[in-house]
């Protein structure tokens, strides 16, 4: 009888930081738990495989697990593996780029059976879950005589291990993007509804029930970042120039953003004003009347600004998932640093014990940034050392822990 020690938190929160199996060699240590039992193995566990997300840059030791825990629900041996490979073509980027549009979250290449999938969405409910597999005809369909006949056959064997999948056309795409994005989305919502999940319960005789739920529905552990939405309320294409818009309609505009998504970047704040205008780039103009607007509220409201960020006085700051803006707005200088410190503080309190580096994983993967940069690390290193400095944290032997 294995117990899994690392889980889920009362909050839902689960760390990727599984001790040991996180440090190269850590699959070697899994290796000699897993393989003593000679007859039967019960594995314990507060959490699925499939709500443990793994990328192309996780600890081969993370990964194993997730395939070993895959394993014991399903007692089948494959699990989608990230690759970390470029796209195929320009057209999978294009059709991905539509995809994280309508709000969902890709991998390209994701390796299953010996074969790689060109674009794999994830499930919004069960972040390592895939939801949908989306076959584009680039330039490996076209590489060979037989390569539909070979893709038929791969995408049978795919389907027999649960893949569902989704193929889009080239020529039906120049033809009519917009019917195939519709086409797409239609599809993936009708797999999101009809989703199964399994459920295996133990009784007394050891005989495992197989329980069937239509579409489990799991409560998300994360806040979502939610965009303010200033075109229902006001209408300023009749203006000739930014300028031109009253200040008082300015104000309420910028006090409805503050109040819905602050603190705020202001970088993010121009970008919600400029919808009513119709506009996707600031200018010097408006860049120049949103801050003397900005220094105007800060004499007569309970707008607050530090440096580049946005808030109300005494605003609750909570941490929030990313996943769902476009790229050009997923960009951690974008992320305040209230919000940084207090998820850095959340992931210590769920962990009890962390590295630093899979603590800063672990954060960024929060905000739904995939990648940790080396830009990234040096303001997260700020973060922390504040931290540590007002007593909130400490590090002990390159592990932080709580104060």
């Known amino acids: 009888m294995i117990s899994v020690g690392y889980g889920k938190t009362e909050s839902g929160n689960l760390s990727r930081n599984f001790g040991p199996i996180n440090n190269p060699g850590g699959e070697s240590r899994l290796n000699v738990l897993i393989s003593r039992a000679k007859q039967q193995m019960i594995v314990f566990c507060n959490f699925k495989s499939d709500e443990l997300r793994t990328e192309a840059s996780s600890p081969v030791g993370v990964r194993v697990l997730k395939g070993f825990l895959k394993y014991a629900e399903t007692g089948k041996s494959d699990i989608p593996m990230e690759s970390d490979k470029a796209a195929d073509s320009l057209f999978e980027i294009e059709v991905a780029n539509r995809i994280k549009k309508l709000g969902y979250i890709v991998e390209h290449q994701v390796g299953s059976q010996g074969f790689y999938i060109d674009i794999a969405i994830r499930h919004p409910n069960k972040e390592g879950a895939y939801l949908l597999a989306v076959e584009c005809d680039g330039a490996s369909y076209h590489s060979s005589a037989n390569a539909r006949d070979r893709d038929r056959l791969r995408q049978g064997i795919l389907e027999s291990i649960g893949w569902k999948f989704h193929r889009i056309w080239s020529t039906d795409w120049f033809r009519d993007e917009n019917s195939e994005v519709e086409r797409l989305k239609n599809r993936i919502e009708e797999v999101l509804n009809t989703t199964h999940f399994k459920i295996e319960e133990l009784k007394n005789d050891i005989k495992p029930i197989i329980v069937r739920i239509e579409r489990e529905i799991i409560p998300k552990a994360h806040h979502e970042y939610k965009v303010t939405n200033l075109m229902d309320s006001y209408n300023w294409i009749s203006f000739s120039s930014f300028d031109e818009i009253p200040e008082f309609e300015l104000r309420e505009a910028i006090l409805d953003v503050v109040k819905h998504e602050g603190p705020v970047h202001k970088s993010l704040l121009i970008n919600r004003l400029l919808k009513p ?26 707008i607050q600004i530090d440096g580049d960020i946005i808030y109300l006085k005494d605003q609750e700051v909570v941490v929030r998932d990313r996943s769902n803006l476009p790229t050009s707005e997923r960009k951690f200088e ?20 962390i590295e630093t580096s899979e603590m800063y ?34 590090l002990e032997e390159n592990k932080v822990i709580g104060a």
């Open 361 to 394: 994983r672990e954060v960024s993967a929060r905000f739904g940034i995939s990648r940790t940069t080396e830009q990234i690390k040096l303001e997260l290193d700020n973060s922390l050392q504040v931290l540590i400095s007002g007593g909130l944290l400490k």
């Open 277 to 302: 205008v119709y506009l996707t780039r600031a200018g010097g103009l408006i860049k120049r009347t949103v801050d003397s607007t900005l220094s105007n509220m800060s004499y007569s409201t309970n």
């Open 334 to 353: 974008f992320i305040p640093a209230l919000e940084v410190k207090k998820c850095m503080l959340e992931v210590v309190k769920d962990a009890l014990s």
